[in-house]
């Protein structure tokens, strides 16, 4: 539709910070909106290439060969590919992207593209785009990528970078065939370890705890399937990686990555080895590069060039596993990329703030500015009608902006607040600006370097959305959402003063005005929504004629600013749809419908009368707008064109006669929103858009074709004759507006505004005292900023207010002499009696006033009322839904029963009433019991009679062990709660039986809470009549106190709200603190109650027999017992009408009956209150004592409920058991489907895609080989045929002449790609060319003339020139040839080494799964069986705090008390014999002694009786002294002796026993010893092997480690030696500790000798 003309874009302006790149060394580009910027570092020109698709989205560029590409922004996108300064159209590549490119890049070695496409393939896709073909591609692997990057040195290696993850693609290559393999880079955990790759290998049990069963991969745990389950688990299962921001690669072919977290990484991508070079967290990291991010790396030829956090940046110089910083900049502002040119002398920093910087580290240090434009998206631009020819934008953060018509920035001026609107004055050089707050900005541009704001005044309380200038510049309407439109004097001389207002039905939509000469009018079109609330379309457009003639006269506008309806002329039109935009013409409108997508033009009445009714419009002329609206319409100031913009981002341009043709311009992307404003210059040549969300200015010039030389020049005439018609206003006003000072420093607006400031606090300041002024401006306060409006209105205030002040002095003066006389009245009033007394209502002077107050004071009521009845109706509704979750479904409610006397309680349990679901499952399970249990009673039946009654006994003894607690594995069977169908434990097999088993100890589990329940509520009962008991005491204790005048305090228990927890549901009116609110209805009952007992008062009259009765007698006609207490004897009356000494003998007499009567009623009185205080003390005894006796039997219940707790949880345990097996099962079954769909998945791409690909590329290498043999052997044949093709030469000169046969020129040589596929710096394809070409070229060198040897025929050596280049070509083919077949067989044995892997892989696989199940037969085997013993049934050591039960063997209880009894069978037989054994041995002792001591005997009576010898004894002596007989007394002494013999061969021979039985056990230990011997002896050649593997890995490793890090490991263990030998030691001690305590125990326990002799 560009027929009628077309545009040329001028310039345009912007920065989005998407990326910066280089397209030659002095030249920069960066996308702006649709276009591409190119700017010039050395000349700062820009230049501009539109996008020729929809928008620019990722951009890339080669600065070394001066090419660059970019995408569009569309459905299905196309990759565009140009070269520069020629701008030309290389290519345009379509590939399977369906959104959006996310990333490209180009190739140093070669014309290859890569790109990285985004939802929903995802595809990695590398071009040839010289062929416009892509040579491989990957999808779904760039999920998360953001960048690209080819190695310069190698294309075959492409980096891609995604938020969190690091890939290395290698291209591998064969002939034509491209493929893209990946190599995932693992990077370091958060705190720099380096993380394990978690993989799901075979299942492993733990060694500590087998009974739990096998441990299974995470993946079989999760029961996540697909082929993305490993992926999740190892997400979840892993630490958190560091985030990769930057790459950059090294001359070395290593990649440099920066992280978010500080740390700088370097990547081997060969060997996939990462190497943290610095870590933030370390103690020796450097501190200023503590506080750096590397967002940004980029290689210079003074070290790595890297961004920070800050504003700084630093120059680092790396050796190895060193950083040195070897320079430091400090920036003006935050830098978020950097970029290195291609001849790597210029860096170039951009900004997120919308500057590029500019640096050459080897010149100077000085950073330059080469592009300031700032950021943030536009909110208007537009062209200046002044002959300044200046461009005017200001961005949504305030920031404004003046452009040259080159579009130079020329100056800007932060107005700090954000704003929605902009206008340029066509009398003067300033700016109006509308902000979100409200206020109008006038801003002088007379300076374009530093505009500067000279005004401003606030008109709204919303936003600021329209600015209007009519064209001559009489008026500025201003627009918003609170439908006002104000119009200001557009004259700096005016002091830009507010003119009035008007109304208009609902928010103003759109803005525009219309000049009218001839009437000197100013007709202002308003688009209404004719209703609040709508704020995006309007059916009502609003006409108002203005007069040009100055309106500042008292008849223009009322006391309030609104303008008079005589000025302002309304006209009201209606149209059948809602529009979006309009703007006016010479009488006809044009608008554009949204919904029906049209552009509009509509025809206006000539004479419409203001007093008339709305008149509904039709369109006269309707064309297709926008695809993409809503749309905006601008007219242009000679009214002949029309242009639209919208959201599409399409500019269009109209000639107002006829609409349907147009010109279009896609300024815009619209995905960025498209274009929020166009505007016209003053000749209507120029349009400047800002775009909604890109952040560009596009500048436009417009060429109309087909139109006369007339036609051509009428918008420059308008222009000129406009400039004509307002010079010598513009330069009046323009040089009033340079006069005036900047706002806030003296302006006349300023002293304006503190004036009123001043009345305005002024009358703020009177002090009101009176009560009744107005109750609404008491309610409601001055708002802290006012508007204009709100100004002029108190202005209006107060001068009313100084008029009528001595009229309303006057006034308040007498209201207040009527109200203190009111008062008075009514205080008058107050003590008249009731049937004289007024009510207060009809004081009242103003009836009407109190009730509209009353009327507000019950609405807000109501309102109060009804807000809190809702509030109470939600509380109700949650205590509704609280309760009947949680209380209501509650079969018994949890409650406790507390002690009287301590603080002990017992709860019950809360249980739930069991679904229909539970109970049906549970009678299935009994039912399925039933029938296996018959089934085994029938099997059994048919079996032999001989052997029913042995199995009836043995049946009985099993169902006796079965019923024991230490076989069923908890206490329930002991409570007597059991259930004879529960399955035993060692017959658990299957997954059913294990859930049917869960189902019946859940049914245990409820039976003995239902049982302990029932208990707890009898306890319950009891303590509820204990409580009635006592409180009945109680009572009769207080009748007895109140009888005594005793004032003590009872015990008086109750029960507490656990005990009782329904009244945690009700509330008593004794917790309602507030006075209660009563209805009339219900206070009207209350008024009823009240008179019904008083009239029953007054019917009861008054009874003087009853009063009679009451005053003398209480009210009773006999004494009772209880009222001896109250009785007293009166006294005689003459004892107190006369003395003592003037009582007669008859009355002495009297008086000393009356002492008796009164001592005898003491005495009574006294045993009556002894009775009356045993009765009390017997009460409280009684009441102490049932109380006692219930705390009893509450510890009863206590020790029965630690029973059923325990059962509860021994039954518990199993089901979690019981739940984990089959937890287990499940997991099991898991894994073995996740290795079949791997082995099937394995197997299926080896054949399938493996296989195949091995067995293709087989056949294309061999048919290769053979096209490279017979090419070698045609090689070979020039080579031989040489000699034959001179045979008319000599030979001497044939020699001669193959020496130069063979003789090469040296050119570059090609290497092959199968020595180091990834170390190549180019394609040999890419290489052949032009090594051949610089072959041949070196050729026609040698085949000079001068070259020719001597004498030989010229035509003979054009033959031999000939030939050689033939020889030369063959050669080159060949060899071309061989680098190729060298490349197919490196990619087939890839292949190959691939297949090998995968076939590893299934082998691998299988061996895991023929694994898995024998572990799941094992564990379907291993029954888990719990069994509760008892202290004294472990005989397993407990040395360490849980028992090792690994050894132990599980036996029944008889075989372990049969052995117990035989061992103190011989226990007691070897006690006695020991027992004998000491009294022999005592006798054996006591003989001894006994022996001893009549040997010293015997030598004594030897001396007495060698004395007696030597004295002289008579003969009777010596016949007394040779009587004693010898012989006897040698026989006992033989005797002895012969038995003392005996007992020694006895012991004798029982040591000799004991010995032969230790060199036996000895000689069993030694053969258990060489069996070890052995085994260890067959394992010490393999592992000699491996420690000497071992030392040969840490030699080699630590030739290559640095002495001080060998210094450091060699310290860290020692210390750790250290720390390890102090434990070992605090062990020891301990364990010594231990051993002592096991000794002292052991002999604490060792029966003892010396207490069985004594017992």
């Not at 290998?201 to 399937?225: Q, W």
């Not at 090294?250 to 990649?255: C, L, Q, V, Y």
């Not at 190497?275 to 503590?290: G, K, M, Q, Y």
């Not at 902000?435 to 606030?458: A, K, M």
Request: net charge negative; charged share 30%; hydrophobic share 35%.
């Amino acid at each position: 539709m560009n027929d009628i003309g077309s545009f040329k874009v001028r310039w345009i302006q912007g920065f989005t910070n998407k990326n910066i790149e280089f397209v030659d060394d002095k030249t920069v580009c960066y996308a702006c909106g649709s276009h591409l910027c190119f700017l010039n570092l050395e000349t700062k020109t820009q230049s501009v290439l539109q996008s020729p698709g929809r928008g620019v989205g990722a951009l890339t560029a080669n600065g070394n060969n001066g090419m660059f590409a970019f995408s569009e922004e569309k459905l299905s996108p196309a990759i565009f590919v140009y070269i520069f300064p020629e701008f030309q159209l290389k290519c345009e590549l379509k590939g399977t992207a369906q959104l959006d490119y996310t990333s490209l890049t180009l190739s140093d070695g070669g014309p290859y593209l890569g790109s990285c496409s985004s939802l929903p393939d995802h595809t990695i896709t590398v071009w040839n785009w010289e062929t416009t073909e892509p040579i491989c591609t990957q999808p779904q692997a760039g999920q998360d990528v953001f960048s690209l990057v080819f190695n310069p040195l190698n294309w075959l290696q492409l980096c891609a970078l995604g938020s969190t993850s690091l890939t290395v693609w290698n291209i591998e290559k064969s002939a034509s065939f491209h493929v893209l393999k990946p190599s995932v880079i693992e990077l370091p955990a958060t705190d720099g370890s380096l993380v394990e790759r978690l993989v799901a290998s075979l299942h492993t049990a733990s060694d500590k705890l087998p009974y739990f069963g096998p441990e299974m991969p995470p993946s079989a745990i999760s029961g996540i399937k697909g082929d993305k389950a490993e992926t999740i688990v190892t997400k979840l299962c892993t630490k958190a990686r560091l985030t990769p921001t930057a790459i950059c690669w090294t001359a070395t072919s290593e990649i440099y990555v920066g992280c978010a977290e500080g740390f700088l990484l370097l990547v081997e991508p060969e060997s996939l080895s990462v190497s943290v070079l610095f870590n933030p967290t370390s103690a020796d990291a450097i501190p200023e590069l503590r506080r750096t991010n590397f967002q940004g790396l980029t290689p210079h030829k003074n070290g790595l060039i890297a961004l920070g956090k800050g504003n700084v940046m630093h120059c680092l110089q790396i050796k190895q596993t060193q950083i040195n910083i070897t320079q430091t900049w400090q920036l003006e502002g935050p830098v978020t990329a950097v970029m290195n040119s291609p001849d790597h002398e210029t860096l170039i920093l951009s900004s997120n703030t919308g500057q590029i910087y500019m640096l050459n580290p080897t010149h100077s240090d000085k950073i330059v500015k080469v592009l300031d434009v700032l950021s943030g998206n536009f909110v208007a631009a537009t062209l200046s009608h002044t002959d300044r020819k200046i461009c005017v934008s200001v961005r949504d953060s305030g920031e404004l902006q003046l452009w040259s018509t080159d579009g130079v920035c020329l100056g800007s001026l932060s107005l700090q607040t954000e704003v929605r609107s902009l206008a340029c004055c066509p009398i003067a050089q300033y700016a109006a600006v509308g902000t979100v707050s409200g206020s109008v900005l006038f801003i002088d541009l007379n300076r374009e370097q530093r505009p500067r704001l000279v005004h401003q005044v606030h008109l709204y309380q919303a936003s600021v959305n329209h600015l209007v200038f009519d064209q001559e510049g009489h008026y500025l309407l201003t627009g918003s959402t609170d439908s006002h439109i104000y119009v200001l004097d557009a004259k700096p001389s005016k002091r830009f003063s507010v003119i009035g207002f008007t109304v208009v039905p609902g928010s103003v939509l759109s803005l525009s005005t219309q000049c009218i000469r001839d009437c000197e009018q100013v007709k202002v079109l308003a688009l209404c929504t004719g209703q609040e609330g709508n704020s995006h379309d309007g059916s009502l457009l609003m006409v108002l004629s203005l007069p040009e003639r100055d309106l500042t006269g008292l008849d223009c506008v009322d006391r309030h600013g609104c303008l008079s309806p005589h000025i302002v002329k309304v006209s009201r039109y209606e149209v059948s749809h809602p529009l979006q935009s309009c703007v006016l013409g010479v009488s006809e409108v044009f608008a554009y419908c949204h919904k029906k997508k049209t552009l509009q033009r509509f025809q206006l009445p000539q004479d419409t009368d203001s007093s008339q009714p709305v008149v509904h419009l039709r369109p006269e002329q309707e064309v297709r707008g926008h695809p993409l609206g809503p749309a905006s319409l601008v007219l242009s100031p000679h009214q002949l064109w029309l242009t639209s913009v919208g959201r599409d981002g399409l500019l269009r341009v109209r000639k107002t006669p006829s609409m349907e043709r147009y010109i279009e311009l896609q300024c815009h992307s619209c995905r960025d929103g498209g274009v929020r404003s166009v505007s016209f210059s003053a000749d209507s040549q120029t349009l400047l858009t800002a775009g909604f969300n890109d952040g560009s200015l596009v500048c436009a010039d417009l060429r109309i074709k087909g139109v006369g030389a007339g036609k051509v020049n009428k918008a420059t005439q308008n222009s000129q004759a406009m400039d004509d018609l307002l010079k010598n206003i513009f330069d009046t006003e323009n040089s009033v507006l340079i006069d005036w000072p900047e706002w806030g420093q003296g302006s006349p607006a300023a002293t304006e505004k503190s004036e009123g400031s001043e009345v305005g606090v002024e009358a703020e300041s009177v002090d009101v005292t009176e009560q009744d002024e107005s109750y609404n401006s008491l309610l409601s306060a001055p708002p802290s900023h006012p508007t204009w409006l709100e100004s002029r209105r108190e202005a209006v205030q107060e001068e009313e207010n100084e008029q009528y002040c001595e009229t309303k002095k006057n006034l308040r003066k007498t209201v207040k002499e009527l109200r203190d006389t009111i008062q008075e009245m009514m205080r008058e009033n107050e003590n008249l009696p009731d049937i004289e007394r007024l009510e207060q209502r009809e004081f009242n002077l103003d009836v009407e006033e109190q009730g509209r107050l009353e009327a507000m004071v019950e609405q807000e009521v109501v309102r109060v009322r009804n807000e809190i009845e809702l509030e109470n109706l939600a509380k109700c509704y949650l205590r509704d839904v609280l309760k009947s979750e949680c209380w209501d479904t509650m079969k018994v409610k949890g409650r406790t029963v507390k002690a009287f006397h301590s603080e002990h309680e017992v709860k019950n349990y809360p249980l739930r009433e069991r679904t229909e679901k539970e109970m049906e499952d549970l009678r299935r399970v009994q039912n399925l019991r039933r029938l296996e249990e018959a089934a085994c009673t029938q099997s059994n039946l048919k079996k032999g009679s001989s052997t029913i009654i042995a199995k009836e006994e043995e049946l009985g003894k099993e169902g006796h062990e079965a019923a024991s607690s230490a076989v069923t594995g908890s206490f329930s069977t002991d409570l007597g709660y059991s259930i004879p169908s529960i399955y035993s434990q060692f017959s658990l097999q299957t997954t059913e039986q294990r859930i049917n088993q869960i189902i019946l100890l859940q049914d245990v589990i409820y039976r003995i809470k239902t049982a302990f329940n029932a208990e707890f509520e009898a306890v319950h009962r009891q303590k509820v009549q204990e409580l009635n008991r006592a409180r009945e005491r109680n009572r009769h204790s207080r009748a007895i106190m109140q009888e005594l005048d005793m004032n003590e305090e009872l015990w008086e228990p109750s029960l507490t709200n656990s005990e009782q927890p329904e009244r945690l549901l009700t509330v008593d009116d004794s917790e309602i603190k507030a006075e209660r609110f009563l209805t009339p209805e219900q206070k009207r009952e209350e008024e009823r109650k009240k008179l019904e007992e008083q009239r029953r008062l007054a019917a009861k009259g008054d009874n003087f027999i009853e009063r009679a009765l009451d005053d003398m007698m209480d009210g009773v006609l006999e004494v009772k017992r209880e009222d001896i207490l109250k009785m007293e004897i009166p006294p005689p009356e003459f004892v107190l009408t006369k003395p003592d000494i003037h009582w007669t003998e008859e009355e002495k007499k009297v008086y000393k009956e009356y002492e008796k009567k009164c001592k005898d009623l003491s005495m009574e009185k006294e045993k009556y209150k002894k009775s009356l205080e045993c009765e009390m003390k017997n009460l409280q005894a009684s009441t102490k004592e049932a109380t006692q006796r219930f705390d009893e039997t509450l510890r009863k219940l206590f020790e029965k409920k630690v029973k059923c707790e325990m059962a509860i949880y021994q039954e518990e345990l199993k089901i979690t058991y019981l739940v984990y097996a089959v937890q287990i099962r499940e997991e099991m079954k898991n894994r073995e489907m996740e290795l079949k769909y791997k082995l099937e998945k394995t197997m299926a791409y080896k054949q399938d895609k493996i296989g195949e690909e091995v067995k293709r590329h087989e056949e294309e290498v061999e048919l290769f080989q053979e096209n490279y043999d017979s090419i070698v052997a045609e090689d070979r044949v020039l080579d031989k045929e040489f000699r034959k093709e001179f045979l008319d030469v000599p030979s001497n000169a044939v020699d001669q002449l193959y020496k130069l046969f063979k003789r090469r020129p040296r050119v570059q040589k090609i290497r092959t790609q199968s020595d180091n596929p990834l170390k190549e710096q180019r394609l040999c394809g890419s290489l052949a060319p032009d090594a051949f070409s610089n072959m041949l070229k070196a050729m026609e060198e040698l085949d000079a003339p001068h070259n020719m040897p001597e004498g030989l025929n010229p035509s003979i050596w054009e033959k031999f020139c000939f030939i050689r280049k033939t020889k030369v070509e063959s050669e080159h083919k060949v060899k071309v040839k061989a680098l190729t077949l060298a490349e197919m067989q490196a990619f087939l044995q890839r292949r190959r080494e691939e297949e090998r892997t995968a076939q590893e892989e299934i082998k691998n696989i299988s061996d895991e799964l023929e694994s898995l199940h024998k572990e799941k037969n094992h564990f379907l085997t291993d029954i888990l069986v719990q069994f509760p013993l008892k202290q004294g049934q472990l005989e397993v050591s407990t040395t360490d705090l849980i028992p090792d039960y690994t050894d132990s063997v599980l036996l029944h209880r008889s075989v372990v008390e049969d052995l117990n009894s035989s061992i103190r069978t011989i226990g007691e037989e070897k006690i006695a014999s020991m027992v004998e054994r000491k009294d022999f041995r005592k006798g054996i002792i006591q003989l001894q002694w006994e022996h001893k001591k009549l040997g010293m005997r015997v030598e004594d009576l030897n001396n007495k009786a060698r004395d007696i010898q030597m004295l002289r004894l008579s003969e009777e002596q010596q016949d007394f002294l040779h009587r004693a007989d010898r012989e006897c007394s040698m026989s006992k002494q033989a005797s002895i002796l012969r038995k003392s013999r005996a007992f020694q061969e006895k012991i004798h021979l029982q040591s000799v026993q004991q010995r032969i039985k230790k060199i036996e056990q000895l000689n069993r230990q030694a053969a258990k010893k060489a069996e070890k011997n052995e085994i260890v002896e067959q394992q010490l050649p393999d592992m000699q092997v491996t420690v000497a593997e071992r030392r040969h890995i840490y030699e080699a490793t630590a030739l290559e480690e640095n002495q001080a890090a060998t210094t450091e490991e060699r310290y860290q263990e020692i210390l750790q030696r250290r720390k390890l030998e102090d434990v070992a030691r605090a062990q020891a001690e301990e364990l010594a500790d231990l051993w002592a305590e096991v000794q002292r125990l052991r002999i604490r326990s060792f029966p003892s000798l010396d207490k069985l002799k004594h017992t």
